[in-house]
Nanobody, 114 residues
């Protein structure tokens, strides 16, 4: 069974940075669309950033210019570099692999203190 293993979450002060990683145990990673979602307490789960198999990216308006999604196909890993973090970025962040059915990671907590 393919696994998505996230890491890199934690507690950071506003204005700080974190880098999330998601390692996928699959041989098809290089052709998979990947994304990061997040869910704050009491809120719905929202798309943060998406990356296609060939590296094209899209971002939620709230993170444009601050977050960068990237992938290393040799390592079967997708990253989310988060800079200039704000308290409203506090959430559980999920890695997503767009296959059928869609595959979700277990989530990693990001907490930004003011």
């Amino acid at each position: 069974q393919v696994q998505l293993v996230e890491s890199g979450g934690g507690l950071v002060q506003a204005g700080g940075s974190l880098r999330l990683s998601c390692a996928a145990s699959t041989s098809t990673f290089s052709i998979d669309r990947m994304a990061w979602y997040r869910q704050a307490p009491g809120a719905q789960r929202d798309l943060v950033a998406h990356i296609s198999w060939d590296g094209r990216t899209t971002y939620a308006d709230s993170v444009k210019g601050r977050f960068t999604i990237s992938r290393d196909n040799a390592k079967n890993t997708v990253y989310l570099q988060m800079n200039s973090l704000k308290p409203e970025d506090t959430a559980v962040y999920y890695c997503v692999r767009f296959v059928v059915p869609v595959q979700w990671g277990q989530g990693t907590q990001v907490t930004v203190s003011s």
